[in-house]
């Protein structure tokens, strides 16, 4: 079922400056300005809520760990797909890459429009053209990547660097402020309370779905130069750096303000904004949030596509999806992604979509983990250029961690459930006309 164009392969120019852009890019986002203070009310102690971001640190470095193993021994585009495919079989690898490329797919729309309703805050008279700036910026990424691989690296490359001088640059002010600070309200909250446990897991929950995107790098390692050194490196560098930006802020926002004061705030970095930069913080912090958005829908634009090339290699899309352009696009499926995200701004009621994306890439990630574990098992002689530390511990630690946040997922979402559990039935059926068709 295998078919690789010979005339035009995927061209090998990325290397580890985009490793480490993709990382931060397609991870830092307005998660971080917002869920700060939904964590706050949850926890309600100053040095739980730091634990909770740096336990989802060590997490994220754990599976960075796990990925950088099966990224340098299956270094092929599309990511977790070929893992868990080369791990349990064609079905299995079908049904995780479909998954994985709905969850990615779904993504670029729900940026664009949230990149407009950014501008309308910035610009209220726009404010009866949102759907339209969603589609410009849409259109105008398209654009950009149909130009090539080297130019959507370098645009991830600057974009990710002004974002991190942005947040670098907040947390430098928030730590240099020095006016009337709001005084701390006892709540006499006891920290071991009853539902402590529940409330640490919820947190953690949010706190992972700030970090999510670490793994982008996995989907470019057939585009990398020297996947072995590069995705490794690219990895737990981007890691760190997003973990310290996440960490440092969080505590930047405590420097400024109580955690009674921060708790149930819907977009605290503003509220801190304004407290150090006055009333211009607010603007500030919407720029912010802009560029932070744009990083990420840059790097969206690009992983649908290297999904969908390998699927179509594999006899699981049509044959065009493998086409690449002369500056190494997988030009079809970059189209047809981007038609599907057209698609999804102009319906404009995706949120449902949106939680389904989710529970779809949390169950990839579990796939992906379990993939690692019987790899070892079924394949010790596979060459392994890097080897995940602590194996099997932090193995099943990801594999044990992933599956609640699945089952917690499971639990408060069950229309999503449910849905999944219907396209899984109904992929088999359509699994075995496309392997008939390939063996046509």
């Known amino acids: 079922m295998t078919s690789t164009p010979k005339n035009n392969p995927l061209h090998k120019v990325l290397g580890l400056g985009f490793g480490i852009a993709i990382l931060i890019g397609g991870t830092i986002g307005v998660g971080i300005l917002r869920t700060p203070g939904e964590i706050a009310a949850l926890l309600d102690n100053y040095w739980l809520i730091i634990g909770c971001w740096i336990a989802g640190g060590i997490f994220v470095l754990m599976g960075c760990g796990a990925y950088a193993e099966l990224a340098t021994s299956i270094p092929k585009a599309g990511g977790s797909y070929n893992y868990v495919k080369r791990a349990f079989g064609d079905y299995a690898g079908f049904i995780s890459g479909w998954f994985d490329y709905i969850t990615n797919a779904i993504a670029p729309a729900v940026f664009c429009i949230v990149i407009s309703e950014y501008i309308i805050i910035l610009f209220p008279a726009l404010h009866e053209h949102m759907t339209l700036i969603a589609i410009a910026f849409l259109i105008g990424f398209l654009l950009l990547h149909t130009t090539g691989v080297k130019t959507g690296s370098i645009v991830q490359q600057i974009i990710s660097t002004i974002k991190v001088l942005f947040f670098v640059g907040l947390i430098v002010a928030c730590f240099m402020y020095t006016g009337v600070r709001i005084p701390n309200v006892e709540t006499h909250t006891p920290v071991m309370h009853a539902g402590f446990v529940i409330a640490f897991f919820k947190s953690l929950q949010m706190v992972l779905g700030a970090y999510d995107g670490w793994y982008s790098v996995s989907f470019f390692a057939e585009e990398d130069e020297n996947p072995s050194r590069n995705i490794p490196r690219s990895l737990f560098t981007g890691a760190l750096i997003v973990m310290a930006i996440y960490v440092l802020l969080n505590m930047a ?57 390998g699927l179509s290699r594999d006899g699981y899309f049509i044959p065009a999806g493998q086409r690449v352009n002369s500056g190494g696009t997988p030009i079809v499926s970059l189209l047809i992604s981007s038609a599907f995200s057209l698609t999804l701004i102009c319906i404009g009621s995706f949120n449902e979509l949106n939680l389904l994306g989710t529970f779809f890439g949390v169950t990839v990630w579990s796939l992906s983990y379990i993939s690692l574990i019987k790899l070892r098992i079924s394949e010790p002689d596979l060459p392994r250029p890097f080897k995940t530390w602590g194996y099997p511990v932090t193995p099943l630690i990801l594999v044990l961690v992933s599956l609640a946040i699945l089952f917690g997922f499971g639990y408060s979402d069950r229309k999503s459930l449910v849905v999944m559990v219907v396209v899984t039935v109904l992929s088999w059926p359509v699994f075995r006309i496309l392997k008939k068709l390939g063996r046509k």
């Open 253 to 309: 926002y405590f420097y400024v303000l109580p955690v009674a004061s921060v708790a149930h705030s819907p977009l605290v970095a503003s509220d801190v904004a304004k407290v150090v930069f006055g009333e211009r913080g607010s603007t500030i912090v919407t720029v912010i949030a802009i560029f932070s958005i744009i990083g990420i829908l840059n790097a969206f634009m690009m992983i649908p596509p290297r999904i969908l090339y």
